[in-house]
Nanobody, 124 residues
């Protein structure tokens, strides 16, 4: 069983940057696609970014394209989300999640295991 632990969230002004990290323990996730998803207050959880098993392909929600970058370091069992030009609407709890599959999925229900989340707050 794999456990995911996110870190790097916090309070930042609009236009600022944050880098989220997700460390896996218990077993390796090198053979699985990973993603970052978020949930804003009063809204449903949504897909933000995903990366394939090998890291050869990534996918982003339209709202974050050009501003966010997902990457992975399988040697460190870690997935990252670099967030730049942050906007107040990026505020929410950011979750790292994994799939028992090699390809990226955007539906939230397609993710099989989750971290506890890290809070990101962007002030205007």
């Amino acid at each position: 069983q794999v456990q995911l632990l996110e870190s790097g969230g916090g309070l930042v002004q609009a236009g600022g940057s944050l880098r989220l990290s997700c460390v896996a323990s218990g077993r390796t996730f090198s053979g699985e696609a990973m993603g970052w998803l978020r949930q804003a207050p009063g809204k449903e959880r949504e897909f933000v970014a995903g990366i394939t098993r090998s890291g050869g392909a990534t996918s982003y929600a339209d709202s974050v394209k050009g501003r966010f970058t997902i990457s992975r370091d399988d040697a460190k069992n870690t997935v990252y989300l670099e967030m730049n030009s942050l906007k107040p609407e990026d505020t929410g709890i950011y979750y790292c999640a994994g799939r028992f599959a090699t390809w990226i999925a955007t539906p939230v229900a397609n993710y099989d295991y989750w971290g506890q989340g890290t809070q990101v707050t962007v002030s205007s």
